[in-house]
T-cell receptor, first 112, second 117 residues
Framework: GQNIDQPTEMTATEGAIVQINCTYQTSGFNGLFWYQQHAGEAPTFLSYNVLDGLEEKGRFSSFLSRSKGYSYLLLKELQMKDSASYLCAVRGGAYNTDKLIFGTGTRLQVFP | DGGITQSPKYLFRKEGQNVTLSCEQNLNHDAMYWYRQDPGQGLRLIYYSQIVNDFQKGDIAEGYSVSREKKESFPLTVTSAQKNPTAFYLC????????????????FGPGTRLTVL
């Protein structure tokens, strides 16, 4: 079956570093996405990994290990505005479709 | 400005009534998608369309219908057959690439929160 697991909630302190993990089991794999979603708003794209390794984009980095079915999102120098849900999504199935399978999201709370 | 619009932001309907949610994009994206989001659950795909006049069922299509008569528009109708229609509905779009990975990331609209009374 198709399954994506990520922690339900995490807390961290302003200025700290936090790592949000995501494990997946899907019938196909054509990339993994991380999205940020503030309460009541639309998800916004953060990162995309299709090859193993680390992708860095400012304060945010994302890592992928396809052999382990594992990814993490690393947030550095946390700010209060980073309090949001972080959604892990895998593009699975046939290579020429764009069906995403989403995890339930990790709600991150940043405290002063 | 380019983007995806969904209207209205909040929608109330009586049980048994059909309701249509609007989704328009001016990004010239080929593919469009409808998701449903419920508390404690991930986004679930209702329908998607990769090209005009063609669409495919997602994982939870029962009780919903769509059309794709124009590239810019992908309206979703929530019918009375949908047993639990109260939810946050998100529309998204993406553009094709020439080769792999075939599609770029999906961009999301602001969502419509539907409440059935």
């Amino acid at each position: 079956g198709q399954n994506i697991d990520q922690p339900t909630e995490m807390t961290a302190t302003e200025g700290a570093i936090v790592q949000i993990n995501c494990t997946y089991q899907t019938s196909g794999f054509n990339g993994l996405f991380w999205y940020q979603q503030h309460a009541g708003e639309a998800p916004t794209f953060l990162s995309y990994n299709v090859l193993d390794g680390l992708e860095e984009k400012g304060r945010f980095s994302s890592f992928l290990s396809r052999s382990k079915g594992y990814s993490y999102l690393l947030l550095k120098e946390l700010q209060m505005k980073d309090s949001a849900s972080y959604l892990c999504a895998v593009r699975g199935g046939a290579y020429n479709t764009d069906k995403l399978i989403f995890g339930t999201g990790t709600r991150l709370q940043v405290f002063p | 400005d380019g983007g995806i619009t969904q209207s209205p932001k909040y929608l109330f309907r009586k049980e048994g009534q059909n309701v249509t949610l609007s989704c328009e994009q001016n990004l010239n994206h080929d593919a469009m998608y409808w998701y449903r989001q419920d508390p404690g659950q991930g986004l679930r795909l209702i329908y998607y369309s990769q090209i005009v006049n063609d669409f495919q069922k997602g994982d939870i299509a029962e009780g919903y219908s769509v059309s794709r008569e124009k590239k810019e528009s992908f309206p979703l109708t929530v019918t009375s057959a949908q047993k639990n229609p109260t939810a946050f509905y998100l529309c998204a779009s993406s553009t094709r690439t020439r080769g792999r990975p075939y599609y770029n990331e999906q961009f999301f609209g602001p969502g419509t929160r539907l409440t059935v009374l």
